[in-house]
């Protein structure tokens, strides 16, 4: 690995960081994502059946103690469950949107990396030419392999190195792209379940349960 970092040049040292940054950045979003993405149907079960009990600051309770925006949507109307129809609509759907920037946190850092390490390697192609005829220039008519291996070796190995790159950053931020997508439907069936539920489906609490 490190004769190939040599016989690549200094754009090695950029197609490198580059890797390093892909990884970490993938990998946190990786374990955030999965910490986001919860099963809506059990969650709402639970808190529809907390809060029909009469017990709304418990619901609260959980969904604080629940990561992910699914939970976070879920707070904020409870929070505002006393607000009309189209106002409690209007809060949820203003929470949504406050969650999907930080489920998309990185992910353009992520394509970012998968679009430009092929263009350093392109570049270092570029610089190992000019080497190349820089030695030919200055060694013709003789010109020997040896005088311009160095220039080839550094094409070919920058080349193939940002590639190598460039793919799996590329297949990393489509993966990390279909679980945002799967999340947000998720936030969105859960937005449409919790307003159906406070607007029409909660049983009443009041004087007339405390008797029965």
């Given amino acids: 690995m490190w ?13 490198l960081a580059c890797s390093i940054t892909a990884a970490v950045l993938f990998l946190e979003r990786v374990f955030h994502l999965h910490r986001a993405q919860i099963k809506p149907d059990d969650f709402l079960n639970g808190i ?14 959980i969904c604080d103690q629940t990561p992910g925006p699914v939970a976070h949507m879920v707070r904020m109307a409870l929070l505002h469950s006393d607000e009309a129809g189209a106002e409690l609509r209007q809060t949820i759907n203003k929470a949504g949107l406050g969650e999907v920037p930080r489920l998309e946190k990185n992910l353009g850092g992520l394509l970012t990396v998968a679009q430009i ?17 820089m030695a030919m220039e200055q060694n013709a008519p003789l010109a020997e ?61 009041g004087p007339s349960n405390e008797t029965l």
């Fill in 3 to 15: 004769e190939l970092m040599v016989k690549g040049g200094w754009i090695m040292w950029p197609i």
């Fill in 48 to 61: 529809y059946t907390i809060v029909n009990r009469g017990n709304m600051a418990e619901a609260v309770s």
């Fill in 117 to 133: 390490t092929p263009l350093l390697g392109l570049m270092g192609t570029v610089i190992g030419l000019i080497r190349v005829f």
């Fill in 145 to 205: 392999i040896g005088d311009i291996s160095g220039g080839i070796w550094q094409a070919l190995v920058t080349t193939a190195v940002g590639i190598c790159v460039s793919i799996p950053s590329f297949a990393a931020y489509n993966f990390l792209l279909s679980r945002v997508e799967s999340i947000t439907l998720n936030m969105e069936y859960a937005a449409e379940e919790i307003y159906h539920f406070l607007v029409y489906d909660r049983t009443p609490v």
